[in-house]
């Protein structure tokens, strides 16, 4: 999903860059800048909080998990070990157990998938979010004409993400 919101604001911005940058009725040249989406996400101080965040409130959830996950082996490998030994009415309920735990066990890793998946995004698009703004505030203040977040290639000389990672560790921490 949000691959795809990149995807049509880096078609629009090109849409729009190459108009600038080919208008030859304008008589300045355009200013224009890119800053790279993907290392915000994995660089920025908020990225990195939004992860211990959602690490903090995952964390129970997954020792269950886990835990479920061993109390299954250690259920399977004493049916296996000692299933011939017991009588077929009690190797049938120990089966049965065993199936019914499995099967809570996949969805309740299905179910944690699922939400930590939903809570990661809105994570993201809420740094997305505050990225957008500064992105905005330093074009407005350096008078920006086009600033491009994702693009095939950037000249090192026009991308200012080392300036939005500034810019959104300082927002984070007013100190």
């Known amino acids: 999903m949000l691959t795809s919101l990149f995807s049509n604001r880096m078609t629009c911005a090109l849409a729009i860059a190459l108009t ?5 009725a ?3 040249e355009a200013k ?3 800053v790279n989406s993907d290392r915000i996400l994995r660089e920025s101080t908020a990225a990195k909080a939004a992860q211990t965040k959602l690490e903090a409130e995952f964390a129970k959830r997954d ?7 061993q109390k299954l082996k250690s259920m399977s490998d004493a049916l296996d070990k000692n299933g011939a ?3 077929a009415a009690d ?5 049965r157990d065993l199936s019914q735990m499995d099967t809570d066990f996949q969805r309740k890793q299905r179910e944690f998938r699922e939400d930590l998946n ?6 993201l698009a809420a740094v997305l979010d505050r990225a957008n703004k500064v992105i905005k505030q330093i074009a407005e203040q350096q008078h920006y ?3 491009v977040q994702e693009a095939v290639y950037v000249s090192p000389r026009i991308d200012i993400t080392d300036q939005v990672l500034k810019a959104l560790a300082a927002a984070s921490n007013p100190n």
């Open 85 to 87: 030994s017991l009588a």
């Open 20 to 24: 600038l940058v080919t208008g030859v």
């Open 32 to 34: 224009i800048a890119a």
């Open 26 to 28: 304008q008589a300045q």
């Open 91 to 95: 190797r049938a309920q120990k089966q």
């Open 118 to 123: 939903q809570r990661r995004n809105e994570e």
């Open 145 to 147: 004409d086009l600033i």
């Open 63 to 69: 020792k269950n998990l886990q835990d479920m996950a």
